[in-house]
């Protein structure tokens, strides 16, 4: 079955780091394009960041220089590393597998809460 | 505020049909014909509906249709069932080296 699993969210005070993982069955994570997409409570959906089969990354500008994507081949994971956390990051994090033109994710995970607060 | 612009509530009658519009610009809707669609029921993860516009991936009713006239795209949601009734979100894709763009979500209402 095709499927992601994310994991690593919970609460962090303003200024700390997380990292959250995404594990993924049934297709390859480096043959993809795999996004992380964010919702905050009661709003929209934001992408977030994507890391393209080639090893590529790109960012939103809301999170460029705090943080980071990757992956680990080995163990079929995509990873987000948070730094620098403000409250405004608080939302639930999906990952996501791009169709593979950049355009739309078919599959997502089923999202982790992640909470900044004091 | 969103990219992409959506109604906040649409609303309709079992077996009614329903269209969502979705607004961008040249450099997003307009400039491509890669916009999708996505369905979002409380506390699940969202699902891909239409992408490129108007294609349904496979399990998609054929009851939800996309299409676009300009900067404008609409999602058609026709022969209402309650469980239609979940937030709507459209996308769509705004260059390379970048993210989709999202509009802020429709509340589809199934009376």
């Known amino acids: 079955e095709v499927q992601l699993v994310e994991s690593g969210g919970g609460l962090i005070q303003p200024g700390g780091s997380l990292r959250l993982s995404c594990a993924a069955s049934g297709f390859t994570v480096s043959s993809n394009y795999m996004s992380w997409v964010r919702q905050a409570p009661g709003k929209g959906l934001e992408w977030v960041s994507v890391i393209y089969s080639g090893g590529s990354t790109y960012y939103a500008d809301s999170v460029k220089g705090r943080f980071t994507i990757s992956r680990d081949n080995s163990k079929n994971t995509l990873y987000l590393q948070m730094n620098s956390l403000r409250a405004e990051d608080t939302a639930v994090y999906y990952c996501?597998?791009?169709?593979?033109?950049?355009?739309?994710?078919?599959?997502w995970g089923q999202g982790t809460m992640v909470t900044v607060s004091s | 505020q969103s990219a992409l612009t959506q109604p906040p509530s649409a609303s309709g009658s079992p077996g009614q049909s329903v269209t969502i519009s979705c607004t961008g610009t040249s450099s997003d809707v307009g400039g491509y014909n890669y916009v999708s669609w996505y369905q979002q029921h409380p506390g699940k993860a969202p699902k891909l509906m239409i992408y490129?516009?108007?294609k349904r991936p496979s399990g998609v009713p054929d009851r939800f249709s996309g299409s676009k006239s300009g900067n404008t795209a609409s999602l058609t949601v026709s022969g209402l069932q309650a469980e239609d009734e979940a937030d709507y979100y459209c996308?769509?894709?705004?260059?390379?080296?970048?993210?989709?763009?999202f509009g802020g979500g429709t509340k589809l209402t199934v009376l």
């Open positions: 996501a597998r791009d169709l593979g033109d950049g355009s739309a994710f078919d599959i």
């Open positions: 490129e516009v108007s």
């Open positions: 996308s769509s894709y705004a260059g390379s080296n970048k993210g989709p763009v």
